[in-house]
């Protein structure tokens, strides 16, 4: 998959240039000064020479093919460089030139034109605005980067090429290998679905990174990464989430941004690692290529002092990782070498002057006791430890350890050396215990992700006939928002179990309907004008005989003519009062990049001021719907507290599945929310008691 990209017979470098201050210049300086091994060929109308290349005025005076074209002249001249690619057979090109869709409306004009004139080429487009690719493994440097990384197994792909610069060179300081440098640019064509496609295929990459600022078809993007993240880990920044950066992102590359929980939601569902900072994806990154993932949860800290392993410790309880006691054999056989006012607890603490002797010791013993999955090994430099010699002896056991390990020492003069020794053995290290933790965490959580089984949809029966009629009526009466009654026929068509209902239009009826209902009723007012019916007064709840229920009869139609003179009142609806039910909130949005997302919360409060809700994008698989429900923080309310008898949660299972359907089935519902629920207590469901529902035509 975009084999030329990568492993080219032959590049030809379009703009390059004898002169070293351009860029054209260190774009075929990189191809030929890292060992690429097939034909270069610069592109200069003046040049004869180039780098001890010779020079061709253009790409039809090229003898042979070629699979590579690099652009790097300005953009007025562009299109004429594409024309001259199509025409010579030349099916891949990277444009390194910027002032397209990230310049305005004038440049997204122009790279429109570019878009229109490679697709009728077939010519697959890198960029534009990017900063080029770099494969180590065949030794191609197409970029203008300044260095080239080593080998290895990570892939990184970016939409900011500034972000490539800088995390080629953290590599290089760092000494982390790279099999694959990837800048995205303005993503005219080649987006980063097809790049972590690719680099999914790519032997040499085992781990992939990415920073992104915008994803441009959300639905291929998950179903990719959900394929490529069952045999490699997709560890991914993304910027511009807030609504702040969002802005910052569309201006960066005018590239729309999506809202932050379609990314959290997306990226959970797909497997991807979300890194939350920079340094949580450098660090991730070096555990991921160089460690083993966990068996399981059970974490093991060796440390020399109590305070960086009691952080540890509550960065491990924050996390999956447990920190299980240590097994009373393995505690014995420390026993035998450590000081009596050592810890065997975890974490292990083997005390101020401790000697590396001492921690090579504690790690042998670790190391061979099953039931621990991963280490992690701290280290204060206390006059009596050489962190160097500690380095070396933990080096030594990585080589044969079956579990991952991964350290942290802290200070920076006296741990220096150590560092250097654990980077040039490829053993993650940190300045900080918690980032230490942070990045078993991510690997424990992927080993998850790649035991969990395939995804299970439940399939209703729905009356689509009845939706569509409702909505083709909607439609034709201009409106947008459904009435209560088009919502609850909506609702029914889905499966939905409803409180009995009905219209009356004057005292006598309301009463009459709430004696054939059954004490208590709750009464609303029904008007296709009011949306907000608690908010205008046009909701009574626990009305509990004839009289509450003629008052309330005359205190809401009045309250609605009162506060939205306008407003057609049809009259009251009288209804069935669920009682003994837990109120939530279940709801349909559309992400602009992800499409349907359906949310989750505990009603009143939870929701309005907590904001505690969940969010997945439909379709929910059975897991998915059962996880959103248990990531609220509010959700042991649901499970009982105090002896209340648990909630339904089957019953809220179901509705967001229900849900999840609808909003796959009538892409034209732009907006709903089912407010409240009513979950009644376990086995006994739940009823959809309010809704409201926004379509587009
Ligand atoms: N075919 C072949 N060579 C051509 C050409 C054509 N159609 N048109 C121009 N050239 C040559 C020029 O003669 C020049 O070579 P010379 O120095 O030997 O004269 C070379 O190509 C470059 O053209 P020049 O006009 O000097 O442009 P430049 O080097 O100043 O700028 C870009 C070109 C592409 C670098 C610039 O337009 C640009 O986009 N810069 C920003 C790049 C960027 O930031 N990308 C995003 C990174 S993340």
């Not at 802290?410 to 900080?432: C, L, N, S, W």
């Not at 054939?516 to 029904?526: C, D, R, S, T």
């Not at 009603?603 to 897991?623: C, H, M, N, Q, T």
Request: aromatic letters at 6%.
């Amino acid at each position: 998959m975009l084999q030329h990209f990568f492993n080219p017979s032959s590049v030809a470098v379009v703009g390059a240039s004898q002169n070293p201050a351009k860029i054209g210049h260190d774009i075929l300086n990189n191809i030929v000064r890292y060992g690429y091994g097939g034909a270069v060929y610069p592109i200069n109308p003046r040049a004869q020479e180039i780098l001890g290349h010779k020079a061709y005025p253009d790409l039809a005076t090229v003898p042979s093919k070629i699979d590579l074209a690099v652009v790097a002249v300005p953009a007025p001249a562009v299109m004429d460089v594409l024309e001259q690619c199509g025409k010579n057979g030349v099916d891949s090109v990277i444009v390194i030139t910027a002032g397209f869709k990230e310049t305005g409306p004038e440049g997204a004009r122009l790279e429109e034109r570019l878009a229109t004139q490679a697709r009728e080429f077939g010519i697959r487009i890198l960029g534009p605005n990017c900063l080029g690719v770099i494969d180590t493994a065949s030794a191609l440097n197409a970029s203008f980067a300044a260095g080239m990384p080593l080998g290895g197994h990570i892939g990184f792909f970016s939409q900011s090429g500034a972000m490539c610069v800088a995390i080629l060179d953290w590599a290089l300081g760092e000494n982390v290998g790279f099999s694959r440098f990837v800048s995205l640019g303005n993503k005219m064509d080649i987006s980063e679905t097809e790049i972590m496609l690719s680099m999914g295929q790519d032997e040499n990459t085992r781990v992939i990174l990415g920073y992104l600022e915008s994803i441009e078809d959300g639905p291929r993007f998950m179903k990719a990464a959900h394929h490529v993240s069952k045999t490699k880990p997709i560890i991914i920044i993304k910027s511009g989430t807030t609504s702040a950066g969002a802005k910052a992102a569309s201006s960066h590359t005018g590239a729309l941004a999506g809202s932050e929980h379609a990314y959290r939601a997306a990226f959970k569902q797909s497997g991807i690692i979300h890194a939350e900072s920079m340094q949580a994806l450098f660090g991730y990154a070096i555990a991921f290529a160089n460690q083993s993932l966990p068996e399981g949860p059970s974490l093991a800290i060796i440390t020399n002092s109590g305070g960086p392993g009691i952080l540890a410790a509550d960065a491990s309880d924050r996390s999956s990782l447990h920190l299980t006691p240590i097994r009373k054999e393995t505690a014995d056989r420390l026993r035998e070498f450590l000081p009596p006012t050592a810890s065997l607890y975890n974490p292990i603490d083997i005390i101020g002057d401790a000697s590396h002797e001492r921690y090579e010791k504690t790690l042998k013993v670790i190391l061979k006791d099953q039931l621990i999955h991963a280490v992690l090994i701290l280290l204060t430099p206390t006059a009596a430890v050489d962190a160097e010699s500690v380095a070396r002896e933990i080096a030594g056991l990585a080589k044969d350890a079956d579990k991952p390990i991964v350290t942290a020492f802290m200070g920076e003069k006296r741990v220096r050396g150590a560092r250097k020794i654990f980077q040039d053995h490829a053993i993650p290290t940190y300045d900080y215990p918690e980032d230490a933790v942070a990045a078993l965490n991510a690997m424990l959580r992927y080993r998850q992700w790649l035991e969990k089984p395939e995804k299970q949809y439940r399939r209703f029966e729905a009356n689509t006939g009845k939706v569509r009629k409702v909505f083709a009526s909607v439609i034709k009466q201009h409106r947008h928002d459904l009435i209560e009654s088009e919502a609850r026929q909506i609702l029914k068509a889905y499966g939905f179990r409803l409180p009995e209902n009905r219209i009356a239009r004057t005292t006598r009826e309301a009463v009459a309907t709430a004696s054939e209902i059954g004490y208590p009723v709750v009464m609303k007012i029904a008007s296709p004008d009011v949306l907000h019916k608690s908010d205008m007064g046009g909701v009574r709840v626990g009305l509990e005989n004839e009289a509450m229920v003629e008052d309330a009869f005359f205190e809401i139609t009045s309250n609605i003519q009162l506060r939205q003179p306008r407003a057609r009142i049809l009259g009251v609806m009288v209804q069935e009062m669920i009682q003994r039910g837990r109120e939530v909130i279940l709801g349909i949005t559309r992400d602009i990049q992800f499409g349907p997302m359906i949310m989750f919360g505990l009603g009143g409060i939870y929701v309005e001021v907590l904001k505690d809700v969940a969010f997945r994008i439909a379709p929910l698989s059975v897991e998915e719907a059962d996880a959103m429900i248990r990531d609220i923080r509010s959700f042991p309310l649901l499970r009982g507290v105090r002896g209340e008898a648990p909630a339904d949660i089957e019953g809220i299972l179901d509705g967001l599945l229900r849900l999840s359907q609808m909003a796959i089935d009538f892409p034209e519902i732009i907006e709903a929310d089912i407010n409240p629920l009513l979950v009644c207590p376990e086995g006994q469901g739940a009823v959809a008691v309010d809704a409201r529902i926004t379509i587009h035509e």
